[in-house]
Structures are given as C-alpha cells and as structure tokens.
Nanobody, 119 residues
Framework: QVQLVESGGGSVQAGGSLRLSCVAS????????GAWFRQAPGKEREGVAF???????SYADSVKGRFTISKDNSKNTLYLQMNSLKPEDTAMYYC?????????????WGQGTQVTVSS
C-alpha cells in the first residue's frame, strides 16, 4: 500500500523560507516521478515542481528561481525548498508520485500540508 506523508508546512512572513518533506512508503522515488502540487481556496490545483527518476526537474513559472525540488533516494523522501515566499504562495501543498508518464497526473497523493505566507 502506497503512503505519502508530508511535513514542514507552517506560517511565515513574506520573504521567508520553508522546506517541505514527503516520506514515501510502498513505492520508491528512485524509479518514480515525484511532484509537488498546491491548491489555494477557490483556485484550481497547480503543479508546482516535478522531479523524474533521473533527477531531471521542471517548475511552474510562478516559482522558478525561488523553489527547488529534490529527493533523497536513500531516505525515500521528496523535498521542496521554498525561498522568497510571497503571499500568493499561500495554499495547501501536496506531494505526489507515479511512473514518469503520469508525473503531471499522478495517482498517489499525500494528505497535504498548509503553507501560509503573510505580508
């Protein structure tokens, strides 16, 4: 059974940083794509960052240069380092995983962690 568990969310002032973590069980990031999505109230879910099994990555334009996705295969953990946070980054953040072809429409999701950025 696949389980993804996020941690690291919280409240921060604009310009601050947070690091999200997502520990996976039942699958391995060494051969899967890992991703972070977010959803703000009243808005559609947005794919924020993606990392494939070979560590290639991709970012939404809104976070390029500020967010960094990474993974530690030995710990089976996915990370999202978020710097220079803005109030518009406020959302529930979800980690996700699947095979490479389904990276942008994954089947496996965590429960979410809230990120709130105040101005």
């Amino acid at each position: 059974q696949v389980q993804l568990v996020e941690s690291g969310g919280g409240s921060v002032q604009a310009g601050g940083s947070l690091r999200l973590s997502c520990v996976a069980s039942g699958l391995s990031y060494s051969n899967r794509c890992g991703a972070w999505f977010r959803q703000a109230p009243g808005k559609e879910r947005e794919g924020v960052a993606f990392i494939w099994s070979d560590s290639r990555n991709s970012y939404a334009d809104s976070v390029k240069g500020r967010f960094t996705i990474s993974k530690d295969n030995s710990k089976n953990t996915l990370y999202l380092q978020m710097n220079s946070l803005k109030p518009e980054d406020t959302a529930m953040y979800y980690c996700a995983a699947d095979w490479w072809s389904r990276c942008r429409e994954p089947n496996y999701w965590g429960q979410g962690t809230q990120v709130t950025v105040s101005s």
